[in-house]
């Protein structure tokens, strides 16, 4: 007989048939593709491919990045206008402290080429016109939404897709949410008490207003010196009355040496830029800067000075900071760099005692951000402007007329908060992002924000952090980072879809790793040293975490790719909606033998009737591959003897595997599933001990589990004898085998090596998607036949949410053995499965999860007749052979 009328007999002689002929199921399964957007590979559900929150820098170039390669992407931005950063600190003074020409995309020469900057560090309103620039020459507009804040970002596991909700109430789904919301974006203002009886108007520099800000003839109080203080703070000096200066923490400062663009110099640059790029690419900070390469400690004194001038007159913070390659590590070489920098104060601030209060002491020279300024400390010899020290007298409230310190009352029209961020993580934080198992993420970085690589938060699959956590992101040029992201986020996507895998997520163990390596190469410098922002010490209760990697640019971006080159190594990739949504040729002629039989329907039968179909059925698998020996056994149970056969594919086999055969707790039997757990013991190498468990109804749950449980204690103790132990099983025995698992941790019983579960039932919930989906009759296993077994094992519907018949509803799934999970995709029980990788995998343990998008529910069993049946019992063996070898 050829295997083609194998398959077409399967079923026909059959007593009485399974009847599940309506041909519903290719119209079905159309509808889903009808349903789809433009995606590449059929993955056709969500609105979009690409949901981003934010319209900086990061948020215009994932819009172009992703629309180029064919994505429907849509960037929801809380701005009137695009430019994150650049729209909202639109303060008098702000400049960026990274050249124009690195501070600038490199995605487009032809972009490159065309645009002029007019300063070698641009001002604000430049940047902005820069960003609308962009905008307007690749037609982006379309897919930006502005004045609309992204409030909430929830992810579907049954869906597999995100949720995005927006402040003006609505919402949009998405097969990927990337976040492009920036690293300091959510600015922070002080609680002083009082503030609200502040008779006179008062601002964060983050939020000027769009008008400006008019301080002529006022008396100003400007709290806050980092990068922002010292640059808005001359500024304001030019103008007003007075300005009182509250100092908590003095700072060091570069001088910009800011000069106009010269039209001679910029011809000449352009005409090298791409390679000038390759070099930033691989730089350290991206942004090529030509050090001496050698420590400052090994040079003699005077030169060490004499390069330091040049530094000093050439201007800018990272030539200067880069001169030496000792200066952020060692704390001897960082002191003749601070020194030098003192020195340059005392020369320009003409009061010593003034000059006294500015020199910075509190931390290494460059382990905050390094400031940059041509007029800040000059500003001190103003007659008016004011130094006032909050350090020794700190500020204590607000009044209408102004700000009192602990020794001392200022009289103030107006203040000016230049008072930083919640950095990194904070404006994340400000949405409700829901990750796998409705885990909140500011839940999972209580202790500090985490990502592998920088990019991907682990348990919030299909999520995106442009400049995230754990990337160089603010130790760069922050604009070529953005783009290495981007294009390294786009690239993941197009590889997800062009492989058929629906979902991506970091494994939580390469997370570990990566934060890890990340938090070792901060240590080894000086950065730690400092109360940063870097550590979150500016915001009171913040956790101190450094979370910014330091090994460099180009060493971070060569990781990266050999990430993606090695089939995005420490990521799991699931294959979710099938590539092909048909049944598989093969699975389909056994549906239509099961048709062809006719019969009325599983759940109008008697559990005898079902039982004599599926015996007969499974008689037409044949037989399974020889092992060396099979034994049936009796085992002692706490209900009587439970029998069992344990086949033994070797002499002496590595492991033990406990396996419980499906059938709805019902209909199946060792028997029938002997050719299936034949083929696992071979693949596996392993002993297999398949148990014939009490069936319901006569024996109701939580008979068949006890059983399981009891079969697992006696498998681990008299036969394992030291081996390790796995359980496994398929359906309503996938269900026993997580159930199993779950008593084992609960009762401190044998410890497993591992969890095989193949389609498990997970949950009583009869209402998920996949539910609906198939329930009709023209599969093997459908909604009311699932009703039907629930009702006969668990006649109590209230009994049927016990986490030990539910292990989905278990209050905590940490702790358990590691899963290596089989779904297919034509199955009622597809996404509970789903729902069970994803909670295991929030609770951080360890999933592999393998999907077949052709197959139908039971095609594990049907070895011989499939050739998906070979390939997962033989992918599954694998595994086990390799958990069982340690
Ligand atoms: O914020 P900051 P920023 N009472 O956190 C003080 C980028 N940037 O907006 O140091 C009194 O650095 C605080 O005092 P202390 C750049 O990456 C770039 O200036 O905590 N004072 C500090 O003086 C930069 O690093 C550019 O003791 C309080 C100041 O407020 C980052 O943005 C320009 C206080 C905050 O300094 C943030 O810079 C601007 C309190 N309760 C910004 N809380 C360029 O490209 C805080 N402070 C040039």
Redesign the pocket.
């Known amino acids: 007989m050829t295997g083609s009328e194998t398959f077409a007999t399967f079923g026909i002689g059959l007593a009485y048939g399974w009847a599940r002929h309506q041909r519903t199921a290719r119209g079905l399964l159309k509808s889903r593709i009808d349903r789809g957007f433009s995606l590449p590979y059929g993955q056709v559900m969500a609105d979009l491919d690409v949901a981003v929150a934010g319209a900086g820098f990061a948020g215009i170039y994932a819009v172009h990045a992703f629309r180029s390669a064919g994505l429907t992407v849509r960037a929801f931005e809380a701005g009137s206008g695009i430019g994150g950063t650049w729209f909202w600190n639109r303060y008098p003074g702000?400049?960026?402290?990274v050249e124009s020409k690195d501070y600038s995309y490199s995605f487009s020469p032809e972009l490159e080429q065309d645009w002029s900057w007019s300063e070698r560090y641009p001002a604000q309103p430049e940047v902005l016109r820069y960003l609308n620039h962009v905008a307007n020459r690749f037609g982006l507009w379309p897919d930006i939404q502005l004045n609309t804040r992204v409030t909430a970002a929830t992810w579907d596991a049954d869906r597999a897709e995100w949720t995005v909700r927006t402040d003006d109430g609505a919402s949009v789904t998405a097969r990927f949410f990337v976040s492009a919301v920036g690293c300091?974006s959510a600015y922070q203002v002080?609680s002083l008490p009082g503030l609200e009886t502040f008779a006179g108007p008062w601002y964060h520099?983050s939020r000027w207003p769009a008008g400006g800000a008019d301080f002529t003839g006022l008396r100003v109080g400007l709290?806050?010196?980092?990068?922002?203080?010292i640059?808005v703070a001359p500024e304001i000096a030019a103008v007003a009355e007075h300005l009182y200066v509250?100092q908590?923490?003095a700072n060091f400062a570069v001088p910009n040496r800011n000069r106009a663009i010269d039209p001679a110099w910029e011809t000449a640059f352009k005409a090298d830029y791409r390679s000038y790029r390759q070099q930033a690419q691989g730089s350290f900070l991206g942004v090529p800067i030509a050090g001496t390469g050698r420590p400052a400690l090994a040079e003699p004194p005077a030169d060490v000075q004499r390069t330091l001038m040049d530094r000093w007159q050439a201007g800018g913070g990272m030539p200067f900071l880069g001169a030496y390659t000792d200066v952020l590590v060692d704390r001897d070489a960082n002191d003749i760099v601070a020194e030098f920098m003192r020195d340059r104060i005392r020369e320009t601030v003409a009061d010593p005692a003034v000059a006294e209060l500015l020199l910075p002491r509190a931390y290494p020279v460059g382990a905050k951000?390094l400031c940059?300024s041509d007029d800040y400390f000059a500003m001190f010899n103003r007659p008016n402007v004011t130094l006032v020290d909050?350090r020794s007298a700190p500020?204590t409230s607000v009044s209408a007329r102004g700000l009192r310190t602990a020794d001392a009352f200022y009289e103030l029209d107006a203040l000016v908060f230049?008072?930083?961020?919640d950095a990194i993580s904070g404006a994340l934080n400000q949405i409700d992002v829901r990750g796998a198992g409705g885990v909140a993420l500011a839940e999972t970085w209580a202790a500090g924000p985490r990502a592998y690589l920088g990019v991907a938060p682990a348990g919030f699959p299909n999520m995106f952090i442009v400049t995230g956590p754990g990337s160089p992101s603010?130790f760069s040029n922050m604009v070529l980072s953005i783009e290495q992201h981007v294009e390294w986020i786009r690239d993941c996507v197009l590889y997800a879809g062009a492989h058929g895998y629906a979902t991506v997520q970091a494994k939580p163990s390469a997370e570990d790793a990566w934060m890890a390596h990340v938090t070792e190469v901060a240590y080894s410098t000086l950065f730690p040293l400092a109360?940063s922002?870097y550590v979150g010490a500016?915001i009171p209760g913040k956790p101190r975490v450094f979370t910014s990697y330091l090994g460099g640019v180009g060493p971070y971006r060569a990781r990266c790719d050999a990430v993606a080159a090695a089939g995005y190594e420490g990521f799991a990739l699931d294959r979710r909606l099938a590539m092909s949504s048909s049944v598989h040729p093969q699975a389909q002629l056994i549906l239509d033998g099961i048709a062809a039989a006719g019969g009325p329907p599983f759940w109008e039968l008697t559990p005898e009737q079902a039982r004599a179909i599926v015996t007969a059925n499974n008689e037409q698998i044949g037989p399974g591959p020889d092992v060396a020996s099979v034994r049936d056994v009796v085992i002692p149970g706490q209900a009587g003897g439970i029998p069992a056969r344990v086949y033994s594919p070797v002499p002496s086999a590595p492991g033990v595997v406990v396996y419980y055969h499906g059938g709805g707790w019902v209909v199946g039997s060792v028997d029938g599933w002997d050719a299936s757990v034949r083929a696992l013991a071979v693949a596996s190498g392993c002993d297999v001990v398949s148990v014939d468990y009490r069936l319901a109804p006569e024996h109701a749950f939580p008979a068949a589990a006890d059983d399981a449980y009891d079969a697992l204690v006696w498998a681990a103790g008299e036969l394992a004898d030291g081996r390790p132990v796995v359980v496994a099983g398929d359906s309503a025995g996938g269900n026993l085998a997580a159930v199993t698992a779950l008593r084992a941790r609960d009762l401190g019983g044998p410890t497993l090596a591992l969890q095989l579960l193949v389609y498990p039932v997970t949950d009583c919930d009869l209402d998920r998607k996949s539910y609906h989906e198939y329930n009709g009759r023209e599969f093997l296993v459908n909604r009311q036949d699932m009703a039907w077994y629930w009702s006969l094992y668990v006649p109590e519907p209230a009994v049927r949410v016990n986490p030990y018949a539910s292990p989905l509803r278990a209050p905590d799934v940490s702790g358990l053995p590691p899963l290596y999970l089989v779904t297919d995709e034509h199955d009622p029980l597809r996404d509970e499965g789903f729902a069970y990788a994803d909670r295991l995998r929030a609770a951080r343990v360890p999933v592999e999860h393998r999907h077949y998008g052709s197959q139908i529910h039971g095609f594990f069993s049907f070895v011989n007749l499939l050739d998906d049946a070979d390939k997962a019992v033989s992918e599954a063996g694998a595994t086990i052979r390799a958990v069982v070898k340690g």
């Open positions: 702000a400049r960026c402290d300091l002080p520099t709290i806050g010196t980092g990068s922002t203080g640059q509250f908590r923490t951000r940059q909050i500020l230049a008072t930083g961020f603010v109360d922002w500016n």
